[in-house]
């Protein structure tokens, strides 16, 4: 009989995966954890898995520990119980929006959310018997008049695109508690700025891919709630396949590591730009809530801490001179997004508001002139010199 160990074909030693590494020590930095599946030790292990009472992962799309670290990393930042990472910020809000909807209920929604959110909720939802009504998030005696006895969440954004509206997310809390209907805000321009769960909102969402990424290379989303509330809402981003990735969620949390100090001179610079640009002939108007003349300065001055956002938005007049200014500004890229460490400009008209109705841009006050500026980390001088001349031009 042949007692030595049966050596393997080749084959078979390539398909296997290594043993484990054996360390006395742990990186500083965290592993990225791509396996899509773990290994179980047996059945009453599975068991203990599933039913909670032993910690690990089974499937990916269920759970990993890159999306476990950044979850309870937004849960800190939002003074949250619990945190979830969504493949996108639309993917964190169908979420919400599936786990607290079903047919024949109704969505009280802001005026002026991110053009996708309206798609979702005014073209997509109610395919599925949903309908929704609209509130102005800034005046919250608008919300009551929105409940129905059918309205299952109310949701909002902290500040709005691209004319940075505050809404009054304490106030709107307010109507919503006392209607038992749950409160949703997107805080996507305002990470830090304020904690609106703290404010009275039941669920934040983020679109990770902006500020907390921070450096336009990944597309996140996340949720921060109550462990009961999220329970549900995990379910549902498994089940419809929303979860987020390991290597993005590794991205994000490297990216939350500096949110603060970009968050900080970020707000810092765009002030600075804004009161340049509030006393410039060449501009029409310039939104940001941190000048005295935004309609919602008292509110910021009062709600947000650390800073005005890094989003100013200004009324070059038309189509010709928005166009004008965008191409002159050669080294501030016309990149419709935001958050990133660069300074980056937007033209809501031709891309997040594209495809809406007069109406809807008169109610919301879009017009082809609007350009929106995401300030980023350069400096200031530099931003300005850049705007100056783009202006004169
Ligand atoms: C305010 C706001 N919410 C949500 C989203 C959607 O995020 P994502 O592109 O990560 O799906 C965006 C995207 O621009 C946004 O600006």
Not at 56 to 76: C, M, S, V, W
Not at 116 to 141: C, M, N, Y
Not at 161 to 185: E, H, S, T, Y
Not at 286 to 314: K, M, N, Q, W
């Amino acid at each position: 009989m042949n007692s030595s160990p049966r050596r393997p074909d080749i084959a078979t030693s390539c398909a296997r995966p290594p043993a484990d590494v054996e360390l006395s020590t742990t990186p500083l930095t965290p592993p990225i954890h791509l396996s899509v599946v773990y290994k179980i030790d047996g059945l009453d292990h599975v068991d203990a898995l599933y039913e909670g009472r032993d910690s690990g992962f089974i499937y990916a799309r269920d759970g990993h520990p890159n999306a476990a670290q950044l979850g309870e990393k937004i849960a800190t930042i939002e003074g949250a119980e619990a945190g979830l990472v969504c493949a996108s910020g639309m993917a964190a809000e169908a979420a919400v929006f599936l786990a607290l909807l079903e047919q024949g209920g109704e969505v009280a929604l802001s005026e002026g959310l991110y053009g996708r959110t309206v798609a979702l909720v005014g073209r997509e939802l109610p395919r599925f018997g949903i309908k929704h009504r609209l509130f102005d998030s800034t005046r919250p005696e608008t919300l009551r008049k929105a409940l129905t006895p059918a309205t299952k969440v109310i949701f909002a954004e902290t500040l709005s695109n691209p004319l940075v509206r505050l809404a009054d997310i304490a106030g709107l809390a307010d109507i919503g508690r006392a209607a038992g209907v749950p409160f949703a805000i997107d805080h996507t321009f305002a990470p830090l700025l304020c904690r609106p769960l703290e404010l009275g909102a039941d669920f934040v969402v983020h679109s990770a891919t902006k500020l907390i990424g921070g450096h336009s290379d990944l597309t996140l989303g996340l949720v921060a709630t109550s462990r009961e509330r999220m329970a549900r809402v995990a379910t549902v981003a498994s089940t419809f396949g929303l979860a987020g990735n390991p290597f993005e969620s590794w991205l994000a949390l490297r990216g939350s590591a500096t949110l603060p100090v970009r968050s900080a001179r970020a707000c810092a610079t765009a002030l600075t730009l804004a009161g340049h640009l509030a006393g410039d002939k060449r501009v029409g108007a310039v939104h940001y809530p941190g000048l005295p003349s935004h309609p919602d300065h008292e509110r910021a001055s009062r709600v947000l801490r650390g800073g005005f956002g890094t989003i100013l938005t200004i009324d070059l007049g038309g189509r010709e001179q928005a166009d004008a200014f965008i191409r002159n500004a050669r080294e501030i890229p016309f990149a419709p997004s935001l958050g990133d460490v660069a300074t980056t400009l937007s033209h809501p008209a031709t891309t997040s508001h594209r495809g809406q109705s007069a109406e809807q841009w008169a109610r919301q006050g879009i017009t082809p002139g609007l350009v929106r500026l995401s300030v980023g980390l350069e400096h200031p001088d530099d931003l300005w010199h850049q705007i100056d001349q783009a202006l004169t031009s």
